[in-house]
Nanobody
Framework: QLQLVESGGGLVQPGGSLRLSCAPS????????IAWFRQAPGREREFVAA???????IYADSVKGRFTISKGDNKDTVYLQMTGLKSEDTATYYC???????????????WGQGTQVTVST
């Protein structure tokens, strides 16, 4: 069964940067849309960014201009480059695979376990 594995989370100061990675345990991501969502304690899971199988990209307004989603050269790793991090970016970040690119979480059928991002002094 497919598993998505996120990595790259950690503790960073406000204004700092992190790069998250999402890779499959098996099979390819090449024919699917991949999205990043995040969930902070006590809050609902929210959409962050997504990339379609053909390379179209969408971002949440809250991260536009600060976060960049991209695919690796082998197309089987998806990255989320985060710059200008703010305390409100603190959350567990999840990657997810789906048949189409959308902001709606229920469309995505496989999810990773999440990686924690903490922005704090």
């Amino acid at each position: 069964q497919l598993q998505l594995v996120e990595s790259g989370g950690g503790l960073v100061q406000p204004g700092g940067s992190l790069r998250l990675s999402c890779a499959p345990s098996r099979y390819t991501l090449n024919y699917y849309a991949i999205a990043w969502f995040r969930q902070a304690p006590g809050r609902e899971r929210e959409f962050v960014a997504a990339i379609s199988k053909t390379g179209e990209i969408i971002y949440a307004d809250s991260v536009k201009g600060r976060f960049t989603i991209s695919k690796g050269d082998n197309k089987d790793t998806v990255y989320l480059q985060m710059t200008g991090l703010k305390s409100e970016d603190t959350a567990t970040y999840y990657c997810a695979r789906g048949p189409e690119m959308t902001t709606r979480s229920y469309v995505y059928d496989y999810w990773g376990q999440g990686t924690q991002v903490t922005v704090s002094t």
